[in-house]
T-cell receptor, first 116, second 113 residues
Framework: DTGVSQNPRHKITKRGQNVTFRCDPI?????LYWYRQTLGQGPEFLTY????????KSRLLSDRFSAERPKGSFSTLEIQRTEQGDSAMYLC??????????????FGQGTRLTVV | GDSVTQMEGPVTLSEEAFLTINCTYT??????LFWYVQYPGEGLQLLLK?????DKGSNKGFEATYRKETTSFHLEKGSVQVSDSAVYFC????????????FGTGTQLKVEL
């Protein structure tokens, strides 16, 4: 198992363009989380899935953001009409939920988005 | 809402010095508490955790004790090494809240010879 994989590692886009990031979790993990981290700050929760169901979305997740996890495997995070304020590191994490709580969350290395 | 406050960095220490990184939290209820570490160029890794009051988490010489009375979870290590240089994040989560993590702002540690 190679851990949580995120692609691309870096993305530079022009303001107004759409971007899509992909996260491949650890294969047996049923929960998948997206976080955003800006410079000098800790990661902030965006949304999470249990299998294919999106169970919670943060208020940080504006209408321009959408996330999917078809078939409960990999996930995509799309940002439409990007703004300079969207520049950040986007982190994905996965874990297993077993009724009374999660196992340890494993993080990917993130996708760094720069909007110019 | 829930929040985590960490001491600001950067913290610069000489090798073999004693390390303390302060962390306090504000939450309704009793969360699980975590320390994550991010080494240069790598993803976040769980360092240690504690799930209830008075629990002590420990790993790689690091320790932290869940103090309900002071709502704290300070990270300590008796003798740091250059290889401990990294950014350390304190975090909390609730099982009923989907186990999503609420992080502090991180504390950068630099250990010099």
């Amino acid at each position: 198992d190679t851990g949580v994989s995120q692609n691309p590692r870096h993305k530079i886009t022009k303001r107004g363009q759409n971007v899509t990031f992909r996260c491949d979790p650890i294969s047996e993990h049923n929960r998948l989380y997206w976080y955003r981290q800006t410079l000098g700050q800790g990661p902030e929760f965006l949304t999470y899935f249990q299998n294919e169901a999106q169970l919670e979305k943060s208020r940080l997740l504006s209408d321009r953001f959408s996330a999917e996890r078809p078939k409960g495997s990999f996930s995509t995070l799309e940002i439409q009409r990007t703004e300079q304020g969207d520049s950040a590191m986007y982190l994905c994490a996965s874990s297993t939920y077993r009724g009374r709580g999660n196992t340890e969350a494993f993080f990917g290395q993130g996708t760094r988005l720069t909007v110019v | 809402g829930d929040s985590v406050t960490q001491m600001e960095g950067p913290v610069t220490l000489s090798e073999e010095a004693f390390l303390t990184i302060n962390c306090t939290y504000t939450a309704t209820g009793y969360p699980s508490l975590f320390w994550y570490v991010q080494y240069p160029g790598e993803g976040l890794q769980l360092l240690l955790k504690a799930t209830k009051a008075d629990d002590k988490g420990s790993n790689k010489g690091f320790e932290a004790t869940y103090r309900k009375e002071t709502t704290s979870f300070h990270l300590e290590k008796g003798s740091v090494q250059v290889s401990d240089s990294a950014v350390y994040f304190c975090a909390l989560s609730f099982t009923g809240g989907g186990n999503k993590l609420t992080f502090g702002t991180g504390t950068q540690l630099k250990v010099e010879l």
